[in-house]
């Protein structure tokens, strides 16, 4: 079922009714940001545990900062607007929020000083963005933006061009998905998602520095790969070809969740099946963002609806 309402600069709204000027800035000019979080229905507890909001919210504030948006809402804030939209929508299955904080002026001439900010959030419901079977991959010839062109930490509406560049090559070239390199061909991330790599039982995937999104995802890849499996995370360079002796890779992120790489350029990764250490992360973060484990339900997961009390025995 589609949204019935949305949050749109102060107040909850039929969400027919959430429309921008096509004379608007952010529209006309890509002055915007915007998040993109999942939340996960669990049948057992009939709950919708939305997955890592705080985190989520802290980076819409970065990028706000970046862009030079006075955003008007707190964290806290934030998050009450997510659970009460999700809430009115009545919304009971996976869900997906983006909220999106831009430039909302109806005027001409390119500039980021001196615009009023607009918000809006909307809340639909959501299936998998890409294949989580494993992926047959190619690496790009559009090569990711660099942070002193339009900086990759922010999640910029306008930058999403340079992804779709590289996915439309991807796809139109009978793969499922681009894997994209730095000005100095170093690797980067996906389109749209983060990059590791398996090597010698290790996990490997570039640094901040390689114009990556500092993911959520990845974040959490690499603090569960630590305390559930016992594997640390090196964040460094990584060339082109470490792609295609790689033991195992995949690709994270809120979006694309967790998704196996099984061929990268037509060369099998590992014996060309997912690998065992990708079927252990991706096991787990299914069972950690549904609230299923205590420990991380507590410390990433928000509920949206008011727990069922139980009856007595």
């Not at 998040?35 to 997955?51: K, L, P, S, T």
């Amino acid at each position: 079922m589609n949204a019935r309402q949305i949050f749109m600069n102060g107040e909850f709204i039929p969400a027919e009714q959430g429309v921008i000027s096509v004379r608007t800035h952010g529209f006309s000019y890509g002055t915007g940001c915007f998040e993109g979080i999942r939340g996960y229905w669990n049948a057992e507890d009939q709950q919708v545990y939305m997955f890592r909001l705080r985190e989520h919210y802290q980076r819409l504030l970065n990028s706000c900062k970046i862009l030079q948006i006075e955003h008007p809402y707190s964290i806290d804030q934030l998050i009450e607007i997510t659970v009460e939209l999700v809430r009115r929508n009545e919304q009971k299955q996976d869900v997906y929020l983006r909220p999106v904080a831009y430039k909302g002026d109806q005027t001409l001439g390119v500039r980021l000083h001196g615009l009023e900010a607009h918000f809006i959030m909307t809340s639909e419901p959501v299936g998998n963005y890409i294949g989580t079977g494993g992926l047959h991959c190619c690496v790009s010839s559009w090569r990711r933006i660099d942070d002193n062109a339009i900086p990759s930490r922010a999640k910029i509406i306008g930058s999403y061009v340079n992804s779709a560049f590289a996915k439309s090559e991807a796809m139109q070239n009978g793969f499922d998905e681009a894997i994209m390199l730095t000005h100095d061909g170093h690797v980067s991330e996906g389109s749209a998602e983060n990059i590791f790599l398996v090597v010698n039982n290790e996990l490997v995937t570039p640094a901040t520095t390689e114009n990556i999104l500092p993911g959520i995802t990845r974040e959490t890849m690499m603090e569960l790969a630590n305390r559930e499996l016992g594997r640390i995370t090196r964040e460094r360079q990584i060339d082109r070809t470490e792609l295609y002796v790689a033991d195992e890779i995949f690709l994270c992120g809120t979006g694309a969740q967790f998704a196996p790489v099984v061929m990268v350029d037509h060369r099998p990764i590992g014996d060309g099946k997912v690998g065992p250490i990708s079927s252990a992360l991706q096991h787990l973060y299914s069972e950690v963002v549904r609230g299923r484990l205590p420990e991380y339900r507590e410390l990433w997961c928000t509920p949206v609806y008011a727990a069922v009390p139980q009856k007595a025995q």
